[in-house]
């Protein structure tokens, strides 16, 4: 009786994970996809800090779209189901993307303080 009750924790908690993972991956993707098209269809002239968010969205869009996914299925199954190869790559994809987001995130940051100051 209770390695039906674990197995039933553990669907219950595969299923929490995957819909919670799911619905964020799913937004990521399209919020950052709907940021670049409304970039894109602006027609009004283009300022130097569209580049910024541009470069935001892509890292985040790429985040969304190749990092999450992986990362859903590594948390429900607790271990890499995938090729040891496609971990490397898979954390090489993860580490560029999220250090353009965080540097991309400064850059911002510093471009406002220097646009506040007038320095």
């Known amino acids: 009786m209770e390695d039906l009750s674990k197995q039933?924790?553990?669907?219950?908690?595969?299923?929490?994970?995957?819909?919670?993972?799911?619905?964020?991956?799913?937004f990521t993707i399209l919020g950052n996809g709907l940021v670049l098209i409304s970039v894109k269809l602006r027609f009004h002239a283009?300022?130097?800090?569209?580049?910024?968010?541009?470069?935001?969205?892509l890292a985040d869009f790429f985040v969304g779209l190749f990092v999450m996914p992986?990362?859903?299925?590594?948390?429900?199954?607790l271990r890499w189901?995938?090729?040891?190869?496609?971990?490397?790559?898979w954390m090489s994809i993860d580490?560029?993307?999220?250090?353009?987001?965080?540097?991309?995130l400064a850059s911002m940051a510093l471009d406002r303080y220097?646009?506040?100051?007038?320095?």
């Open 8 to 26: 039933l924790n553990w669907s219950l908690r595969s299923i929490i994970v995957l819909t919670i993972c799911g619905l964020i991956t799913i």
């Open 81 to 89: 189901p995938f090729h040891y190869r496609l971990c490397y790559i």
């Open 114 to 119: 220097y646009a506040l100051t007038n320095v």
């Open 70 to 77: 992986f990362m859903t299925i590594h948390s429900i199954y």
């Open 46 to 57: 283009r300022s130097y800090s569209d580049y910024f968010i541009v470069s935001l969205c």
């Open 95 to 104: 580490f560029t993307c999220s250090t353009a987001s965080f540097l991309t």
